[in-house]
């Protein structure tokens, strides 16, 4: 299931599934430490002796409220005669996940409701030697285990604490949980449990006719039980509401932090980039780490999680928020980079938010010869992406301590991780982690990776080593013409690979050729450009209602049907805009990019998230949702959009100047 509506902080992310179910818990790093483990916090409702939980029967809408990490969730219920606001929110500030819910009585009878919240918590991802236990002091409930304390609460009728409550066993020995215990509208009371345990609250409002109320319910997050008090005090002081507000507050001024030209766009596209830069923030742990997508769905696939930074990944993120003007996350991604990469100067698959080396398939050994196991790509985005920042900050004292250890360190690596005779890179993984070779995208990553390393090496005074990054880029450019251009197809191969001088060519055609003209190995007007994105668009493009640009061609990855070559990703389709982009020359050549935004948003969810992909006939999403690259994509592909017509609209004001002027001495 997606995770629809994030909210977080930097330190703490919740995200619920397309149910409004609570399924992801993170803290105190986003995408390490998942103490939900995927497991569901059911939500159900008790009226008038009716019980339902809010997964079954509810007419819902998932939503945020406009320009904040505040979500907006209506649930209707016909039979129990309720409607239910949510607004979901963790403060900006401290490690608390606030939810606010009015409740409307649609009766015109007096109703008696409870609203029940379960919380299945699997402390540190596993639920052995859990506690919850009943705290009367705060009149909460308190989750813990080591350094992670959890404490739950809430207030309604202006009264603080809950009203009714129930600790004990889950998973073991026939105990499905307390929140069975609800189903009755009445919780045991059971004060504490130790071992593999819940709990469930209940909430108590009485509503004459017609008539609403509302309640606040709250968990506290921290490292021992004083933390956690401290933080149940700060919201009985400032009050739930207050903490709502600052949020809201906080949250508008973030996202409207830089002024960029919202007149240049249509209303949808604009509301898809702010909720863009919104929901990639939620993905970003506030020690540096840009993570790829927190759906712990995706475990049933291959039993492992998208909760890391790849540095690719990462780099292309930074790129887009640098871009958008959010500077400060950037610097921390970076700062990231240059405490993990390896001391001879690549990064390896992928890290931990702790920075850690992450979980990987790729080997050390093959064929029976020890290798390095990277995709270079990732290396030398890394780095292009830094001189783009650096571009556009000119912020030279952050960039001086990464300048010898980061960036030289990864210039030197990728200059010598060379085929001697053909000057080409030696063979790394795909970016789609699937095969190894001479990849086209990997081969542009590093010729854009070592012009910017020469960039850098020239403003930092040191013209010979310039010379020498820049000498290697323009052997590697000289390359992809000789080897990488395949003159019979009229577009470049994929990947080439040599085995005893004899060159195996993998000719399948792959949307990740746009690295030839997006990292700069070549124009986007030059004919092998051309072609070769002509015929990325005749063969991928999914030729369904839903549409779409697939990956290449027979990707069996999540794919639904043999009838179509691939689902369509959002970031592939984006780089088809990306492409109509560079090569506009006027407006109307512009739309053809801006048709793919809007493609983009009229394929999103409700609530703005993108998937990794969607299926290709009925539009639900694949995979992880929302993935973090996508929304980064569609961030810098709107920014690049409104540089581009900037710059028409200037050249065709300058040239009727001219021809005014003209006019004028005829």
């Known amino acids: 299931m997606p995770r629809d509506i994030p909210v977080g902080n930097g330190n703490m992310l919740i995200a619920f599934d397309n149910n409004?179910?609570?399924?992801?818990?993170?803290?105190?790093?986003?995408?390490?430490?998942?103490?939900?483990?995927?497991?569901?916090?059911?939500?159900?409702?008790?009226?008038?002796?009716?019980?339902?939980?809010?997964?079954?029967?509810?007419?819902?809408?998932?939503?945020?409220?406009?320009?904040?990490?505040?979500?907006?969730?209506?649930?209707?219920?016909?039979?129990?005669?309720?409607?239910?606001?949510?607004?979901?929110?963790?403060?900006?500030?401290?490690?608390?996940?606030?939810?606010k819910l009015t409740v409307e009585n649609l009766s015109s009878e007096l109703q008696e409701v409870r609203l029940f919240l379960c919380h299945d918590f699997h402390i540190y991802g596993n639920d052995i030697g859990d506690t919850a236990a009943f705290r009367p002091e705060v009149n909460g409930l308190l989750h813990y285990k080591g350094e992670r304390y959890f404490l739950i609460n809430a207030c309604a009728n202006k009264k603080c604490g809950i009203d009714q409550f129930a600790t004990g066993h889950k998973e073991q020995q026939g105990a499905e949980g307390t929140w069975k215990d609800a189903e009755d509208g009445i919780l045991s009371g059971n004060p504490i449990t130790q071992g593999s345990v819940d709990s469930c609250i209940a909430i108590h409002l009485k509503l004459k006719a017609k008539a609403s109320d509302t309640c606040f319910y709250w968990v506290c997050a921290g490292r021992n039980w004083n933390e956690v008090k401290i933080l149940n005090s700060v919201i009985w002081e400032k009050?739930?509401?207050?903490?709502?507000?600052?949020?809201?507050?906080?949250?508008?001024?973030?996202?409207?932090?830089?002024?960029?030209?919202?007149?240049?766009?249509?209303?949808?596209?604009?509301?898809?980039?702010k909720r863009s830069l919104l929901i990639t923030r939620?993905?970003?742990?506030?020690?540096?780490?840009?993570?790829?997508?927190?759906?712990?769905?995706?475990?049933?696939?291959?039993?492992?999680?998208?909760?890391?930074?790849?540095?690719?990944?990462?780099?292309?993120v930074a790129y887009a928020l640098d871009l958008a003007g959010y500077s400060e996350i950037t610097r921390r991604f970076f700062n990231?980079?240059?405490?993990?990469?390896?001391?001879?100067?690549?990064?390896?698959?992928?890290?931990?938010?702790?920075?850690?080396?992450?979980?990987?398939?790729?080997?050390?050994?093959?064929?029976?010869?020890?290798?390095?196991?990277?995709?270079e790509d990732e290396t030398a985005l890394v780095i292009w992406a830094l001189w783009?920042?650096?571009?556009?900050?000119?912020?030279?004292?952050?960039?001086?301590?990464?300048?010898?250890?980061?960036?030289?360190?990864?210039?030197?690596?990728?200059?010598?991780?060379?085929?001697?005779?053909?000057?080409?890179?030696?063979?790394?993984?795909?970016?789609?982690?699937?095969?190894?070779?001479?990849?086209?995208?990997?081969?542009?990553?590093?010729?854009?990776?070592?012009m910017a390393a020469a960039s850098f090496a020239q403003a930092f005074g040191?013209?010979?080593?310039?010379?020498?990054?820049?000498?290697?880029?323009?052997?590697?450019?000289?390359?992809?013409?000789?080897?990488?251009?395949?003159?019979?197809?009229?577009?470049?191969?994929?990947?080439?690979?040599?085995?005893?001088?004899?060159?195996?060519?993998?000719?399948?055609?792959?949307?990740s050729l746009y690295g030839v003209f997006a990292f700069g190995a070549y124009s986007a007007d030059d004919k092998k450009v051309v072609s070769t994105m002509e015929q990325i668009y005749e063969k991928l493009w999914c030729n369904t209602e839903v549409g779409g640009l697939c990956r290449y061609e027979n990707d069996s990855y999540h794919r639904v049907s043999n009838d179509v070559t691939g689902n369509p990703w959002f970031i592939t389709t984006l780089w088809l805009a990306q492409y109509y982009i560079a090569r506009a020359r006027s407006r109307g050549e512009l739309d053809k990019s801006l048709s793919i935004m809007q493609w983009v948003k009229n394929h999103a969810l409700r609530s703005g998230?993108?998937?990794?992909?969607?299926?290709?006939?009925?539009?639900?999403?694949?995979?992880?949702?929302?993935?973090?690259?996508?929304?980064?994509?569609?961030?810098?592909?709107?920014?690049?959009?409104?540089?581009k017509l900037l710059e028409i609209e200037k050249c065709t004001a300058c040239t009727q100047s001219k021809y005014s002027k003209k006019r004028m001495k005829t």
Request: proline letters at 4%.
């Open 20 to 99: 409004y179910i609570l399924r992801e818990f993170y803290f105190p790093r986003v995408g390490q430490e998942n103490h939900t483990k995927g497991e569901p916090f059911r939500f159900g409702v008790w009226v008038n002796g009716k019980f339902k939980w809010i997964s079954e029967g509810w007419e819902k809408s998932l939503d945020y409220l406009d320009d904040t990490l505040v979500t907006n969730v209506t649930l209707i219920n016909n039979e129990l005669k309720v409607k239910i606001t949510a607004h979901d929110l963790v403060d900006f500030h401290e490690n608390i996940y606030v939810k």
């Open 239 to 273: 009050t739930p509401e207050v903490i709502l507000k600052r949020t809201l507050d906080y949250w508008k001024l973030w996202v409207d932090k830089e002024e960029l030209n919202y007149g240049l766009l249509p209303e949808k596209i604009t509301w898809l980039y």
């Open 282 to 316: 939620t993905q970003i742990d506030n020690g540096g780490a840009i993570i790829a997508g927190n759906d712990s769905d995706v475990v049933q696939f291959n039993r492992d999680t998208y909760s890391y930074m790849w540095p690719r990944d990462g780099a292309l």
């Open 336 to 375: 990231f980079c240059a405490q993990v990469i390896d001391k001879e100067g690549y990064f390896l698959h992928k890290y931990t938010p702790s920075g850690a080396v992450a979980s990987s398939w790729h080997p050390w050994l093959k064929d029976k010869k020890p290798q390095i196991p990277i995709q």
């Open 388 to 450: 783009n920042h650096y571009n556009i900050f000119k912020d030279i004292e952050f960039i001086k301590p990464l300048y010898k250890h980061l960036i030289k360190n990864a210039a030197d690596f990728m200059l010598r991780y060379r085929d001697n005779k053909t000057k080409l890179p030696l063979p790394s993984y795909d970016l789609w982690e699937e095969r190894q070779g001479i990849l086209t995208f990997t081969v542009s990553a590093v010729y854009a990776g070592l």
């Open 462 to 511: 040191e013209t010979d080593v310039s010379k020498s990054y820049e000498r290697g880029a323009f052997e590697i450019r000289e390359a992809m013409d000789k080897y990488l251009y395949l003159e019979k197809e009229k577009r470049f191969a994929r990947m080439i690979n040599f085995n005893n001088d004899k060159i195996e060519i993998d000719a399948t055609i792959d949307a």
């Open 609 to 643: 998230c993108l998937a990794e992909q969607v299926n290709p006939y009925t539009n639900e999403p694949i995979s992880v949702s929302p993935l973090t690259w996508s929304h980064g994509t569609f961030i810098l592909t709107v920014q690049e959009y409104i540089n």
